[in-house]
């Protein structure tokens, strides 16, 4: 299969979230990442843009009644960047989980500014 975009977590945030998965939502997740990888248009049940962001996104996993998101945001046309991951229990994605990602999305930036020596 053809990747459009390459998918990259950024630091441990992503893995760790992984880790605390059972098997079957880890499966989920890789098969969400996989469309995001390869799909030209990402269904928004996939990935959806958080109204409100400056470019922040949600990967959408959904098993049964359980919801996870998984929040990322694209650096340029291709790469999608992985953060914090969380189980979603209320209708409103939780106001401190957002600050926590857009905390996360201007250290990635920092971190790039500064490898680049900008």
Known sequence: MNKIREVIAYKHYFEDFLKGQ????????????EAIETLERVPSN?????????????????????IWRVFCFFDGN??????????????????????????L??????DKANKHGN
């Open 105 to 110: 999305m201007s250290e990635y930036y920092q």
């Open 22 to 33: 059972t098997t079957k939502v880890q499966d989920k997740i890789f098969k969400i990442i």
């Open 46 to 66: 996939y990935l959806k843009h958080l109204t409100g962001t400056d470019g922040l996104y949600e990967a959408r996993i959904q098993l049964g009644s359980n």
């Open 78 to 103: 291709q790469l999608v960047i992985l953060l914090n991951g969380f189980q979603k229990k209320t209708q409103k994605t939780p106001k401190k989980e957002i600050e926590k990602a857009e905390r």
